[in-house]
């Protein structure tokens, strides 16, 4: 037999990897997400899936219209990362339960075409592409995103998943808004009648709201065990909570009858969803751990101020959105101390 | 664009200061030929134009009528704007209107309101009876609202139409969930802001003018009609 | 500049090859603002046609008489002219236009497509070729505003020239009728012309 | 209680799987003497060495082949009883060609050593003590090769408190240091109680990952009844077994950036320079032959060998049974070693080990987008932000490569490790590194 020369691969070191790469990482969150969208349909029916299943329709369509074609056999990378899926799954959560499916067809188109794509794509972004989904849906149909269903009076019971919102359904271009049951959010009820909503609905989920937002308790479960699997930076999410229990004590402590009590404003609205799953997105977050604390705790005072004294009843949305936007000038004046120096320089 | 000269040629010579006295002057006085003839001509049509605006506003917020006087409230009674010769100029904010249907006979006064909204100030004109001491009817003139939410206070019928007529005693109320007594106004679902600064300012100009509308109404002097026809012949 | 040129060519090119809105990009302000409905969008275009033409042939006239250093200068004083003669003019014709359009129409003055065209073309350029090049241009930007119009009314109002074209129960998409949805649309409207351009190469490839 | 005891390990650091079970249970062999001996005039830090043989001389095994070029360099002894066959460039395991002395071993020799033990140590002054270890051509063997006799001369006014003594080999696969202090902790006490001598260090600290109880717990035997030698078990992580890092774990204490350990009253060496030091004083055996941990998923029979210096790679490894279908060779650990591009290059004084695998590490193959997910952050036992390093060196701005401190890094290659994008971090830092060099060198001309 004639020895065939080795052909021996020229590597720079190190030749280990970990192993675990960016589309783990992103189908880690992904399968995070499953429980909440369990959650969703136990409160919201069927309604939820369909949301979901249209805001991920559109965020891959459009990622896989504008992804350059490598080859007609292989797909290209940035479909494959699950960095699209992962975007309209996050948005799908943060609609209402009645939203229109086209228009959260049209919030994943928005959001990972502006959102991401015209950014140079994965890893360019700056803003949150999901919130920039859903921001765009909240600047077009301000009344459809902020009509609230109330959860199914008998949750999981096959009536209330089976029942599908007629809203759900309108054709596209028509208002969705025809559903005659309607509530209003907790917050909402806090903010324009001073009605605290019970603390132990908060934590169940048992609440009018966005699809992904209400059951405090799963989304705390999934944050923990992403936080140990190290999925994201653990101390977001923290930095943030702690922020809104801290800011929002003080007028609480003056004025107790009118502002909400810490704990409500921590289990209700979006907080806790945008904590754990939105802010956390590595990509529009500081890099350096001193600059994940100033980011969560920006976060955290804008919720509270928005959310008392702005114009809406809610604002983790732009509260994250803004932060994003200080991301890069946070990275800068918060660079680690580096090793045998004294602080940083830069 | 590849014409564009980028530097002025350093051969050429330096235009006196005369040309460019000249220059400017040439195109100033062609500009201002211009200007004022299209002035002439457009100034009387704008402004009855403004007249007329005001006029079918003013017929709007006061059903019935079909005449209007500018008023002011001078020496502790309301008086006609017409009357002042060669006094102080009135303010546009002291004027307010008296409406007066087809027998001249008063049916009310138009009063014009501002205040802000959701997304800048809105200008509102309303009808108010001093006798039923209600608004007869209310009209945006100028709004910013968000299209398709805040814009309702104009645009959406049911709620322009509460204010014809609603109480001013003991305040215009907004309510949510249907109104209920003659002085409440039911909010525009999702525009809470919006239908929120409209009864304030209502309220707001209520209050400006309520005393100075208690006295009796003054009455309806006619234009006299060959000054028009006088500048109608002239055109 | 070369003697050859013609004149369907000069007329041509504002309107495609060089229209000032999607491949200048100038004149962003009227653009953004005016533009949330079809009328508001012609009437700006029909507008600022007038001032373009008007100025082109006055400069292009007094092209000779203009000195150099105090070109910029008058040319806004013979654009700010135009201006205010269409200002009164449709304050005069149609009140109702002229509250839509609001502050936008005195601020055609400002427009840098008009000076740009004063100092690009019509001070180098005979009245004929002025007059034709200011037509083009004048249409293109006419042709932009109309797009991006009638897309935004469309989407934002459900309607078209006023008219509703969904049926009642439209959704208006509300970001479509302020200015936000100006920089959206002209966004995607842009995106949709190098699309367009890069397939072209593509196919010339 | 110390510092050790209670933190046990530096901060950040990353753990790759270890694999160390293939070679740490096996005793140390000897392999057979090969026939052509290559070796490098230049296989250490440092200036080459000077060859003072002729080609057809013949030489005994641990005769002088090269003399040091210079302070920072080292002496070179033959391998083997031989005669020179060549001197002239030969393929280095770097890469590159470089004047290499070639001997063919006498195959008829018993290739026994015919040495005496060298002074007493204790009795001798540190400029003889310096000298001496000079003579023996010792270097680290830890993998950077940098002449030993350096660490021993204290400069002026600098005192060393404490000895440290690495035994962590962090870098996965390589059990070499392991074996040596299983099999003779005796040999590493004896050379301890000859450095701390020198030195004048009062505390002597063998600082051992915990992942090597056997080797704990031996060099614990042999130390007990000294009070002046403890044995650390530290925390597996690696980088541990870097200087800075391991001074760290031991002391809590961090090197300023740009000094030495020796600025903090410490001298680190590795646990094979102090068997050398024993082997060289008590027997006078220079450094010819060294422990290689022959390992990875292309060996079929892994085992840690003693190789003399210069014996060819393919030999070691068709020794150690390589597969057909190998597709990488490392010399070295696999974190920082490096790629062989031929099997034909000697084996060098800093190889501590071979590695052959059937195929390459998964994930190099497909860089992704950076996702700013920061582990790379996490990873830098220096604290930097490689992250930022990687896109300034990518985006070619190298002038603002220094406001991160590029050149801190000492290129662990864990935040390459660590990256689930696997952006080649250390290579750009590499590559950002030498064009900020030429840049400061061209603005100084």
Same mark, same amino acid.
Request: proline residues 7%.
């Given at each position: 037999?004639?020895?065939?020369?080795?052909?021996?691969?020229?590597?720079?070191?190190?030749?280990?990897?970990?192993?675990?790469?960016?589309?783990?990482?992103?189908?880690?969150?992904?399968?995070?997400?499953?429980? &909440?969208?369990?959650?969703?349909?136990?409160?919201?029916?069927?309604?939820?899936?369909?949301?979901?299943?249209?805001?991920?329709?559109?965020? %891959?369509?459009?990622?896989?219209?504008?992804?350059?074609?490598?080859?007609?056999?292989?797909?290209?990378?940035?479909?494959?990362?699950?960095?699209?899926?992962?975007?309209?799954?996050?948005?799908? +959560?943060?609609?209402?339960?009645?939203?229109? %499916?086209?228009?959260?067809?049209?919030?994943?188109?928005?959001?990972?075409?502006?959102?991401?794509?015209?950014?140079?794509?994965?890893?360019?972004?700056?803003?949150?592409?999901?919130?920039?989904?859903?921001?765009?849906?909240?600047?077009?149909?301000?009344?459809? #995103?902020?009509?609230?269903?109330?959860?199914?009076?008998?949750?999981?019971?096959?009536?209330?998943?089976?029942?599908?919102?007629?809203?759900?359904?309108?054709?596209?271009?028509?208002?969705?808004?025809?559903?005659?049951?309607?509530?209003?959010?907790?917050?909402?009820?806090?903010?324009?009648?001073?009605?605290?909503?019970?603390?132990?609905?908060?934590?169940?989920?048992?609440?009018?709201?966005?699809?992904?937002?209400?059951?405090?308790?799963? #989304?705390?479960?999934?944050?923990?065990?992403?936080?140990?699997?190290?999925?994201?930076?653990?101390?977001?999410? &923290?930095?943030?909570?702690?922020?809104?229990?801290?800011?929002?004590?003080?007028?609480?402590?003056?004025?107790?009858?009118?502002?909400?009590?810490? +704990?409500?404003?921590? +289990?209700?609205?979006?907080?806790?969803?945008?904590? &754990?799953?939105?802010?956390?997105?590595?990509?529009?977050?500081?890099?350096?751990?001193?600059?994940?604390?100033?980011?969560?705790?920006?976060?955290?005072?804008?919720?509270?101020?928005?959310?008392?004294?702005?114009?809406?009843?809610?604002?983790?949305?732009?509260?994250?959105?803004?932060?994003?936007?200080?991301?890069?000038? #946070?990275?800068?004046?918060?660079?680690?101390?580096?090793?045998?120096?004294?602080?940083?320089? &830069? | 664009?590849?014409?564009?000269?980028?530097?002025?040629?350093?051969?050429?010579?330096?235009?006196?200061?005369?040309?460019?006295?000249?220059?400017?002057?040439?195109?100033? =006085?062609?500009?201002?030929?211009?200007?004022?003839?299209?002035?002439?001509?457009?100034?009387?049509?704008?402004?009855?134009?403004?007249?007329?605006?005001?006029?079918?506003?003013?017929?709007?917020?006061?059903?019935?009528?079909?005449?209007?006087?500018?008023?002011?409230?001078?020496?502790?009674?309301?008086?006609?704007?017409?009357?002042?010769?060669?006094?102080?100029?009135?303010?546009?904010?002291?004027?307010?209107?008296?409406?007066?249907?087809?027998?001249?006979?008063?049916?009310?006064?138009?009063?014009?309101?501002?205040?802000?909204?959701?997304?800048?100030?809105?200008?509102?004109?309303?009808?108010?009876?001093?006798?039923?001491?209600?608004?007869?009817?209310?009209?945006?003139?100028?709004?910013?609202?968000?299209?398709?939410?805040?814009?309702?206070?104009?645009?959406?019928?049911?709620?322009?139409?509460?204010?014809?007529?609603? =109480?001013?005693?003991?305040?215009?109320?907004?309510?949510?969930?249907?109104?209920?007594?003659?002085?409440?106004?039911?909010?525009?679902?999702?525009?809470?802001?919006?239908?929120?600064?409209?009864?304030?300012?209502?309220?707001?100009?209520?209050?400006?003018?309520?005393?100075?509308?208690?006295?009796?109404?003054?009455?309806?002097?006619?234009?006299?009609?060959?000054?028009?026809?006088?500048?109608?012949?002239?055109? | 500049?070369?003697?050859?040129?013609?004149?369907?060519?000069?007329?041509?090119?504002?309107?495609?090859?060089?229209?000032?809105?999607?491949?200048?990009?100038?004149?962003?302000?009227?653009?953004?603002?005016?533009?949330?409905?079809?009328?508001?969008?012609?009437?700006?275009?029909?507008?600022?046609?007038?001032?373009?033409?008007?100025?082109?042939?006055?400069?292009?006239?007094?092209?000779?008489?203009?000195?150099?250093?105090? !070109?910029?200068?008058?040319?806004?004083?013979?654009?700010?002219?135009?201006?205010?003669?269409?200002?009164?003019?449709?304050?005069?014709?149609?009140?109702?236009?002229?509250?839509?359009?609001?502050?936008?129409?005195?601020?055609?003055?400002?427009?840098?497509?008009?000076?740009? !065209?004063?100092?690009?073309?019509?001070?180098?350029?005979?009245?004929?070729?002025?007059?034709?090049?200011?037509?083009?241009?004048?249409?293109?930007?006419?042709?932009?505003?109309?797009?991006?119009?009638?897309? !935004?009314?469309?989407?934002?109002?459900?309607?078209?020239?006023?008219?509703?074209?969904?049926?009642?129960?439209?959704?208006?998409?509300?970001?479509?009728?302020?200015?936000?949805?100006?920089?959206?649309?002209?966004?995607?409207?842009?995106?949709?012309?190098?699309?367009?351009?890069? !397939?072209?190469?593509?196919?010339?490839? | 209680?110390?510092?050790?005891?209670?933190?046990?390990?530096?901060?950040?650091?990353?753990?790759?799987?270890?694999?160390?079970?293939?070679?740490?249970?096996?005793?140390?062999?000897?392999?057979?003497?090969?026939?052509?001996?290559?070796?490098?005039?230049?296989?250490?830090?440092?200036?080459?060495?000077?060859?003072?043989?002729?080609?057809?001389?013949?030489?005994?095994?641990?005769?002088?082949?090269?003399?040091?070029?210079?302070?920072?360099?080292?002496?070179?002894?033959?391998?083997?009883?031989?005669?020179? *066959?060549?001197?002239?460039?030969?393929?280095?395991?770097?890469?590159?060609?470089?004047?290499?002395?070639? $001997?063919?071993?006498?195959?008829?020799?018993?290739?026994?050593?015919?040495?005496?033990?060298?002074?007493?140590?204790?009795?001798?002054?540190?400029?003889?003590?310096?000298?001496?270890?000079?003579?023996?051509?010792?270097?680290?063997?830890?993998?950077?090769?940098?002449?030993?006799?350096?660490?021993?001369?204290?400069?002026?006014?600098?005192?060393?408190?404490?000895?440290?003594?690495?035994?962590?080999?962090?870098?996965?696969?390589?059990?070499?240091?392991?074996?040596?202090?299983?099999?003779?902790?005796?040999?590493?006490?004896?050379?301890?109680?000859?450095?701390?001598?020198?030195?004048?260090?009062?505390?002597?600290?063998?600082?051992?990952?915990?992942?090597?109880?056997?080797?704990?717990?031996?060099?614990?035997?042999?130390?007990?009844?000294?009070?002046?030698?403890?044995?650390?078990?530290?925390?597996?992580?690696?980088?541990?077994?870097?200087?800075?890092?391991? *001074?760290?774990? *031991?002391?809590?204490?961090?090197?300023?950036?740009?000094?030495?350990?020796?600025?903090?009253?410490?001298?680190?060496?590795?646990?094979?320079?102090?068997?050398?030091?024993?082997?060289?004083?008590?027997?006078?055996?220079?450094?010819?032959?060294?422990?290689?941990?022959?390992?990875?998923?292309?060996?079929?029979?892994?085992?840690?060998?003693?190789?003399?210096?210069?014996?060819?790679?393919?030999?070691?490894?068709?020794?150690?049974?390589?597969?057909?279908?190998?597709?990488?060779?490392?010399?070295?650990?696999?974190?920082?070693?490096?790629?062989?591009?031929?099997?034909?290059?000697?084996?060098?004084?800093?190889?501590?080990? $071979?590695?052959?695998?059937?195929?390459?590490?998964?994930?190099?193959?497909?860089?992704?987008?950076?996702?700013?997910?920061?582990?790379? $952050?996490?990873?830098?036992?220096?604290?930097?932000?490689?992250?930022? $390093?990687?896109?300034?060196?990518?985006?070619?701005?190298?002038?603002?490569?220094?406001?991160?401190?590029?050149?801190?890094?000492?290129?662990?290659?864990?935040?390459?490790?660590?990256?689930?994008?696997?952006?080649?971090?250390?290579?750009?830092?590499?590559?950002?590194?030498?064009?900020?060099?030429?840049?400061?060198?061209?603005?100084?001309?």
């Amino acid at each position: 037999m004639i020895k065939k020369p080795m052909q021996l691969l020229l590597q720079t070191s190190p030749f280990l990897r970990r192993g675990i790469t960016t589309p783990r990482l992103m189908s880690e969150v992904v399968i995070a997400t499953i429980p &909440v969208i369990f959650a969703a349909c136990w409160y919201f029916g069927l309604s939820a899936l369909l949301l979901i299943f249209a805001s991920v329709a559109g965020a %891959m369509l459009t990622e896989w219209f504008f992804t350059p074609k490598k080859s007609s056999t292989q797909p290209s990378n940035s479909l494959l990362d699950g960095s699209g899926l992962l975007t309209g799954i996050l948005l799908g +959560l943060t609609l209402p339960p009645g939203m229109a %499916m086209w228009m959260a067809f049209l919030g994943g188109v928005v959001g990972i075409s502006i959102g991401k794509l015209v950014m140079g794509g994965l890893g360019q972004n700056m803003f949150n592409p999901a919130l920039v989904g859903r921001a765009f849906l909240q600047a077009a149909f301000p009344t459809a #995103i902020t009509t609230w269903n109330p959860p199914a009076t008998s949750p999981g019971s096959l009536e209330s998943f089976t029942a599908i919102r007629e809203s759900n359904l309108a054709a596209p271009f028509m208002q969705s808004s025809t559903d005659a049951v309607t509530t209003a959010s907790p917050l909402g009820l806090m903010k324009f009648e001073h009605e605290p909503t019970p603390w132990f609905d908060l934590f169940i989920g048992n609440t009018a709201g966005s699809l992904g937002e209400t059951c405090a308790i799963v #989304i705390i479960v999934m944050g923990v065990i992403m936080a140990i699997r190290r999925d994201f930076d653990w101390r977001i999410p &923290v930095s943030i909570l702690l922020a809104v229990a801290a800011f929002s004590a003080i007028p609480w402590f003056i004025k107790p009858e009118l502002y909400p009590t810490p +704990l409500g404003m921590l +289990l209700s609205g979006g907080l806790l969803f945008g904590a &754990v799953y939105m802010a956390t997105d590595p990509v529009t977050s500081p890099v350096t751990p001193k600059g994940a604390w100033i980011f969560g705790a920006s976060i955290g005072l804008l919720v509270v101020l928005i959310r008392l004294w702005g114009g809406l009843p809610e604002g983790v949305m732009y509260a994250i959105l803004l932060m994003n936007a200080a991301t890069p000038l #946070i990275e800068r004046i918060a660079q680690p101390r580096v090793f045998g120096r004294g602080r940083s320089a &830069v | 664009m590849k014409e564009v000269e980028l530097t002025c040629s350093a051969t050429a010579k330096e235009p006196s200061a005369l040309r460019l006295v000249l220059t400017l002057g040439i195109a100033g =006085l062609i500009s201002g030929f211009i200007l004022v003839f299209v002035y002439q001509y457009t100034a009387p049509i704008i402004a009855a134009n403004k007249a007329k605006a005001l006029r079918e506003a003013v017929f709007k917020v006061v059903p019935n009528s079909a005449y209007l006087q500018e008023l002011h409230y001078k020496d502790g009674e309301l008086v006609r704007v017409a009357d002042e010769s060669g006094g102080e100029k009135v303010q546009p904010g002291e004027i307010l209107y008296g409406a007066y249907g087809p027998d001249s006979g008063f049916m009310g006064y138009a009063i014009v309101g501002s205040g802000n909204g959701f997304q800048d100030t809105i200008r509102l004109l309303y009808g108010y009876d001093p006798v039923q001491r209600a608004v007869l009817g209310m009209h945006i003139l100028d709004s910013k609202e968000t299209p398709g939410l805040g814009d309702k206070i104009y645009k959406d019928a049911d709620f322009v139409s509460q204010f014809s007529p609603v =109480l001013v005693d003991p305040s215009v109320e907004l309510v949510k969930g249907g109104r209920k007594a003659d002085n409440q106004i039911d909010a525009i679902t999702g525009a809470t802001i919006s239908s929120d600064a409209v009864v304030k300012i209502i309220n707001n100009a209520h209050q400006k003018w309520d005393d100075k509308t208690k006295g009796a109404p003054p009455k309806f002097v006619p234009p006299p009609p060959p000054k028009e026809k006088e500048k109608d012949g002239n055109e | 500049m070369s003697a050859t040129k013609s004149y369907s060519e000069e007329f041509l090119k504002g309107i495609w090859k060089e229209n000032p809105v999607f491949i200048q990009v100038l004149g962003m302000c009227p653009m953004l603002a005016v533009t949330n409905t079809a009328v508001n969008a012609i009437a700006m275009g029909v507008a600022t046609a007038f001032v373009l033409l008007g100025s082109s042939i006055l400069v292009s006239l007094l092209r000779k008489v203009i000195a150099k250093p105090v !070109r910029i200068s008058t040319y806004i004083v013979i654009i700010a002219t135009f201006v205010t003669v269409a200002d009164y003019s449709i304050e005069a014709f149609s009140p109702a236009l002229h509250r839509e359009l609001g502050a936008f129409i005195a601020l055609i003055v400002v427009n840098c497509l008009i000076l740009g !065209r004063q100092e690009a073309y019509s001070s180098k350029n005979t009245v004929g070729f002025a007059i034709v090049d200011a037509s083009g241009m004048a249409i293109g930007f006419a042709f932009a505003l109309f797009c991006l119009g009638a897309t !935004r009314e469309i989407l934002g109002f459900g309607t078209f020239f006023g008219s509703p074209i969904f049926g009642e129960h439209f959704e208006p998409w509300v970001i479509m009728a302020l200015p936000p949805g100006g920089f959206l649309m002209l966004g995607f409207i842009l995106l949709f012309f190098n699309w367009l351009e890069q !397939r072209k190469k593509g196919a010339a490839v | 209680m110390s510092v050790a005891e209670l933190v046990g390990t530096f901060r950040n650091g990353v753990h790759p799987h270890e694999n160390k079970e293939q070679t740490e249970n096996f005793p140390i062999a000897r392999m057979a003497f090969g026939k052509i001996f290559t070796l490098p005039l230049s296989q250490h830090l440092g200036a080459p060495s000077k060859s003072i043989v002729e080609v057809g001389q013949t030489v005994f095994r641990g005769q002088l082949l090269a003399e040091a070029g210079g302070y920072v360099s080292a002496n070179l002894h033959s391998p083997v009883d031989g005669k020179v *066959i060549t001197i002239g460039p030969r393929r280095h395991p770097r890469g590159d060609l470089a004047t290499c002395i070639e $001997l063919e071993a006498d195959p008829f020799s018993t290739q026994t050593i015919n040495a005496s033990p060298q002074n007493d140590p204790m009795n001798m002054s540190t400029d003889d003590f310096v000298a001496s270890i000079q003579d023996s051509g010792l270097v680290g063997l830890g993998g950077a090769a940098f002449p030993t006799h350096v660490k021993y001369k204290l400069p002026e006014g600098k005192t060393c408190e404490h000895l440290a003594i690495n035994g962590c080999e962090c870098e996965p696969y390589l059990t070499c240091d392991h074996r040596t202090m299983v099999e003779r902790p005796e040999a590493v006490v004896r050379g301890i109680t000859i450095a701390a001598k020198i030195l004048g260090a009062k505390k002597t600290s063998v600082g051992i990952e915990k992942n090597k109880p056997d080797a704990i717990a031996a060099m614990q035997e042999a130390t007990k009844n000294l009070d002046d030698i403890e044995v650390y078990p530290l925390k597996v992580k690696y980088p541990q077994g870097a200087e800075k890092m391991l *001074i760290k774990a *031991i002391y809590g204490i961090e090197v300023p950036a740009g000094k030495l350990p020796l600025d903090v009253g410490v001298v680190v060496n590795n646990v094979a320079t102090m068997t050398q030091f024993a082997d060289w004083f008590d027997e006078g055996l220079p450094l010819i032959e060294r422990v290689v941990t022959v390992a990875g998923t292309a060996i079929a029979r892994p085992a840690n060998l003693i190789i003399p210096v210069g014996t060819s790679v393919r030999e070691v490894l068709d020794f150690c049974g390589l597969d057909m279908n190998t597709q990488q060779v490392i010399m070295g650990g696999p974190m920082m070693g490096m790629p062989l591009s031929s099997l034909d290059v000697p084996v060098l004084k800093g190889t501590s080990g $071979l590695l052959a695998f059937t195929e390459a590490p998964k994930g190099h193959q497909n860089t992704l987008a950076c996702i700013s997910c920061g582990q790379c $952050l996490e990873a830098c036992g220096y604290f930097l932000n490689p992250a930022r $390093l990687a896109k300034l060196a990518q985006a070619r701005r190298w002038d603002e490569l220094d406001d991160f401190y590029v050149n801190d890094c000492m290129e662990c290659g864990a935040c390459s490790w660590v990256c689930p994008s696997s952006i080649p971090i250390v290579q750009l830092i590499r590559t950002g590194k030498g064009a900020l060099r030429e840049l400061k060198a061209n603005q100084q001309a």
